[in-house]
């Protein structure tokens, strides 16, 4: 129990410090997420998914994740999803989610990407829109 709490603490001061993290792996913060961007995945797409999280940054109420969804039984893989989500009165909302296909505009491979994003979503922290992992 002591160890849950301290586990919490350091969680809840990382986020309130303004500071670039990511969450644990099993943590409600991260679940939280993963479960937003899987139910729109699932309005949009028709395709229930698990994810495998290549990247996810927070800061300041705001996630950029990077995944590789798959089926619930493992046996597809589909083109990964990449999103911006907004936790907005306690709850993570799809902001909205990247293409992946270069034929699309605005797609994550043109020149332009990040700076498009930075535009319709000027609040969101430039530090955590990046395809770069942390090591």
């Known amino acids: 129990m002591k160890r849950a709490l301290i586990f919490i603490f350091l969680v809840f001061t990382f ?7 990511t969450p644990p ?9 993963m479960n937003a961007l899987r139910a729109e995945v699932q309005r949009t797409q028709n395709v ?4 495998i999280v290549r990247m996810l ?3 300041d109420g705001w996630a950029w994740t990077v995944t590789m969804p798959i089926s619930k ?3 597809n893989h589909y083109e990964d999803v ?3 989500l907004h936790k907005e ?3 993570w909302q799809v902001k ?35 395809f770069e992992e942390e090591h």
């Open 15 to 21: 986020a309130m410090t303004g500071d670039v993290y």
């Open 25 to 33: 792996k099993g943590s409600l913060e991260r679940a939280a997420i």
């Open 48 to 51: 229930e998914v698990l994810f």
């Open 57 to 59: 940054k927070l800061k």
């Open 73 to 75: 039984d493992g046996a």
């Open 82 to 84: 990449i999103a911006l």
């Open 89 to 91: 009165a306690g709850r």
């Open 96 to 130: 909205e989610i990247v293409y992946t296909e270069v034929e699309m505009p605005g797609c994550a491979d043109d020149p332009d990407f990040f700076e498009g994003l930075a535009q319709r979503f000027p609040n969101a922290p430039k530090e955590i829109l990046t």
